[in-house]
């Protein structure tokens, strides 16, 4: 049973549309990161949540920590190919030494 | 800053041979993590590796052991190889150890067993 769940697990759409992923839990994550990685590379750090609440954006890509820190969104706007990838949440908890991590979102944007 | 470096990239293996895998971290990194990724599964940890010595392991049987060199270049090796161990390795270098700072990967070591 997968700590963090992420939803969906694929997602194919029209470039010009918009999306959002998923990164839900039952428990409570002092952060959380999200990593894109694309076909033959290692993920990158997109960005790192703090605070419930928080969101923050980074030009098109929109992320959310929910209030009582157990999820998170990542909301794209006008989807673009070069958004094609893996989009991985991980999460830290204070009770875990390392990163949880969510089996992915895989990410088809087709022009 | 060159990044993370894993060797080999790509490699096929039988049944019951032994494989190891290289990482070099970036410079002045000295938290090294290995990770096992397959389709479906996500990324899974290995374990990690800060100054040489290994912080934490995850839920892995002992055919699978790493070391780190005082330069923070760090090692896998698996041993007695099986069909399930066929996965892409990737290792992640960070400034911090444990589950706080960023994670730096490299491109990953491809491996499938015949």
């Known amino acids: 049973t997968q700590l963090l769940e992420q939803s969906p697990q694929f997602l194919s759409i029209q470039e010009g549309e918009n999306l959002t992923v998923y990164c839900n839990s039952s428990?409570?994550?002092?952060?959380l990161q999200w990593y894109r990685q694309e076909p033959g590379e290692g993920p990158v750090l997109l960005v790192t949540?703090?605070?419930g609440g928080e969101v923050k954006k980074l030009k098109r890509l929109t992320f959310q920590f929910g209030d009582a820190r157990k999820d998170s969104s990542l909301h794209i706007t006008a989807a673009q190919p070069g958004d094609t990838g893996l989009y991985l949440c991980?999460?830290?908890?204070?009770?875990?030494?390392?990163?949880?991590w969510g089996a992915g979102t895989k990410l088809i944007i087709k022009p | 800053k060159a990044g993370v470096t894993q060797t080999p990239r790509y490699l096929i293996k039988t049944r019951g041979q032994q494989v190891t895998l290289s990482c070099s971290p970036i410079?002045?990194?000295?938290?090294v993590s290995w990770y096992q990724q397959t389709p479906g599964q996500g990324l899974q940890f290995l374990f990690e590796?800060?100054?040489?010595?290994?912080?934490n392991k995850g839920n892995f049987p002992g055919r699978f052991s790493g070391r780190q060199f005082s330069n923070s270049r760090s090692e896998m090796n698996v041993s007695t190889l099986e069909l399930g161990d066929s996965a892409l390795y990737l290792c992640?270098?960070?400034?911090?150890?444990?589950?706080?700072?960023?994670?730096?990967f490299g491109e990953g070591s491809r491996l499938t067993v015949l």
């Open positions: 992640a270098s960070s400034e911090l150890t444990g589950n706080t700072g960023e994670l730096f």
């Open positions: 410079s002045g990194h000295r938290s």
């Open positions: 590796y800060f100054s040489e010595t290994q912080r």
């Open positions: 428990s409570v994550f002092s952060s």
């Open positions: 949540v703090v605070t």
């Open positions: 991980a999460g830290a908890m204070d009770s875990n030494y390392q990163l949880i």
